[in-house]
């Protein structure tokens, strides 16, 4: 073996762990867009914002959009390149319906402040929010609602806490199967990865009721995911299946079947 192939391979070997050292300290750059906003919100609707601060370095920060003698409240975990000053409340099923929404903002993203270091700390922002929420709720119904990456967070709030419903969109296995697919098919992510949100793992532990909603053309999390899901549902949970790419909530037979499942489910 010659001392120029030796050398070759070792640069090669010391490439390939730069790369994913970088990966290890970067992972959230690829699932999740950091987009501050300082300006000032302007919906179509009357709103709140509602802040959480933790210290000087993380300040959480929620849109709500209140309505008067609502039927619920439903807390919304969105995708990871969501941005709030975009979302119209007009065009969401439940705010159409009667329930209150509250909107949460990732750290670094909107008007939340601060950095993610480790998947724990995603759930513990979640936490907070739901407990917040709960107290807001009081008496009535209250949802969680996770899209796609926010349906990580969804189904952790449900394993632990006891929502009335919990609906996901689009919601992947386990998140760092998405990645390692997409991103990172020639690292070993799926056993170094930091995050990893195994959505199957909660459904397991949840009695909240579940709804379950994919789209068959998703081009980030495909419908395998959705339906290596369903042996955990529990009998009463829904299944909702679109011929499409995104769920749209102004579609007919999406507000049919949500409709109807709600009244059976007296939401």
Same mark, same amino acid.
Request: charged share 20%; proline share 3%; no cysteine.
């Given at each position: 073996?010659?001392?120029?192939?030796?050398?070759?391979?070792?640069?090669?070997?010391?490439?390939?762990?730069?790369?994913?050292?970088?990966?290890?300290?970067?992972?959230?750059?690829?699932?999740?867009?950091?987009?501050?906003?300082?300006?000032?919100?302007?919906?179509?609707?009357?709103?709140?914002?509602?802040?959480?601060?933790?210290?000087?370095?993380?300040?959480?920060?929620a849109?709500?959009?209140?309505?008067?003698?609502?039927?619920?409240?439903?807390?919304?975990?969105?995708?990871?390149?969501?941005?709030?000053?975009?979302?119209?409340?007009?065009?969401?099923?439940?705010?159409?319906?009667g329930? #209150? &929404?509250?909107l949460? $903002?990732?750290?670094?993203? @909107?008007?939340? *402040?601060?950095? %993610? /270091?480790a +998947?724990?700390?995603?759930?513990?922002?979640?936490?907070?929010?739901?407990?917040?929420?709960?107290?807001?709720?009081?008496?009535?119904p209250?949802?969680?609602?996770?899209?796609?990456?926010?349906?990580?967070?969804?189904?952790?709030?449900?394993?632990?806490?006891?929502p009335?419903?919990?609906?996901?969109?689009?919601?992947?296995?386990?998140?760092?199967?998405?990645?390692?697919?997409?991103?990172f098919?020639?690292?070993?992510?799926?056993?170094?990865?930091?995050?990893?949100?195994?959505?199957?793992?909660?459904?397991?532990?949840?009695?909240?009721?579940?709804?379950?909603?994919?789209?068959?053309?998703?081009?980030?999390?495909?419908?395998?995911? #959705? &339906?290596r899901?369903l $042996?955990?549902?529990?009998? @009463?949970?829904? *299944?909702?299946? %679109? /011929?499409? +790419?995104?769920?749209?909530?102004?579609?007919?037979?999406?507000?049919?079947?949500?409709?109807?499942?709600?009244?059976?489910?007296?939401?």
């Open positions: 073996m010659s001392r120029k192939f030796i050398i070759r391979g070792i640069a090669a070997i010391l490439l390939y762990i730069a790369a994913a050292s970088y990966l290890l300290q970067n992972e959230t750059n690829y699932f999740f867009e950091k987009k501050p906003y300082e300006g000032a919100y302007s919906f179509p609707v009357d709103f709140q914002e509602i802040n959480i601060d933790f210290n000087q370095n993380i300040k959480l920060h849109v709500l959009f209140y309505k008067e003698n609502s039927r619920g409240l439903v807390l919304i975990f969105p995708s990871g390149d969501y941005l709030s000053e975009k979302f119209n409340p007009q065009n969401n099923f439940f705010y159409n319906r329930y #209150s &929404l509250i949460p $903002e990732y750290r670094g993203n @909107g008007k939340s *402040v601060g950095n %993610y /270091e +998947e724990s700390e995603f759930y513990s922002d979640a936490e907070q929010w739901y407990k917040l929420v709960s107290k807001m709720a009081d008496t009535l209250l949802l969680v609602y996770g899209q796609e990456f926010g349906a990580g967070m969804a189904a952790q709030l449900a394993a632990n806490e006891n009335d419903l919990v609906v996901l969109e689009n919601p992947a296995y386990s998140w760092n199967e998405v990645m390692l697919k997409k991103y098919w020639w690292l070993p992510h799926s056993k170094f990865g930091q995050y990893k949100f195994p959505t199957w793992k909660f459904l397991r532990l949840t009695h909240s009721k579940v709804a379950l909603i994919y789209t068959t053309q998703n081009k980030l999390i495909h419908s395998d995911h #959705s &339906l899901l $042996e955990f549902l529990k009998p @009463g949970d829904e *299944v909702m299946e %679109y /011929e499409s +790419e995104t769920n749209d909530q102004n579609k007919h037979e999406f507000q049919n079947e949500m409709n109807q499942y709600l009244i059976k489910n007296n939401l």
